[in-house]
């Protein structure tokens, strides 16, 4: 009795377990997408995913001329958790304060949750993305759990 109680426990737990996925979309006919969480490179452009919050991931597609946490190139910035109190879940944006700077077309927008929230930055005056740090709006948010991210470049 206590095993299959047990199991069923487990069961309920590993369905309602957290789990988000970056979905890289690479149009530009070069470059690596990039994804570094924690300081490590995860994906250069498989999905990503992970049984868990994603913190203060970047994202950007590495051409050559980018540094290593994305300097010098567009530069998508995202955290995927599930909500835990109003306004505590995921939130992504994408960064041109130096020293980044625009580099592609970049594009990101949430999946599985939230679909159609998400932004375009085509161009160096893009005023969908943070060009200094008081640029707050820009961020868009998701309140959804397990919501997922696709980042598109030059689309």
């Known amino acids: 009795m206590f095993k299959t109680l047990l199991l069923l426990v487990a069961a309920v737990v590993a369905v309602n377990a957290e789990q988000h996925t970056i979905h890289f979309d690479n149009r530009c006919g070069h470059g690596t997408p990039t994804l570094i ?6 994906s250069t ?11 203060s991931a970047i994202a950007y597609l590495q051409t050559g ?3 290593f946490n994305g300097e010098h190139c567009t ?20 960064t041109l304060i130096p020293p980044h700077s625009f580099s592609v077309t970049t594009g990101f927008g949430y999946f599985n949750g939230c679909d159609g929230v998400g932004q375009d930055c085509t161009n160096a005056n893009c005023p969908t993305a943070f060009h200094n740090p008081n640029d707050t709006t820009v961020q868009r948010a998701c309140q959804v759990n397990n919501v997922d991210l696709a980042i598109t470049f030059c689309d």
């Open 45 to 55: 452009g498989n999905d990503f995913t992970k049984n868990g919050p994603i913190i």
């Open 75 to 94: 530069m998508v910035e995202t955290t995927l958790r599930n909500p835990t109190s109003p306004g505590s879940g995921s939130s992504t944006d994408i």
């Open 65 to 67: 001329s980018c540094g």
């Open 37 to 42: 969480v924690g300081g490590q490179i995860v």
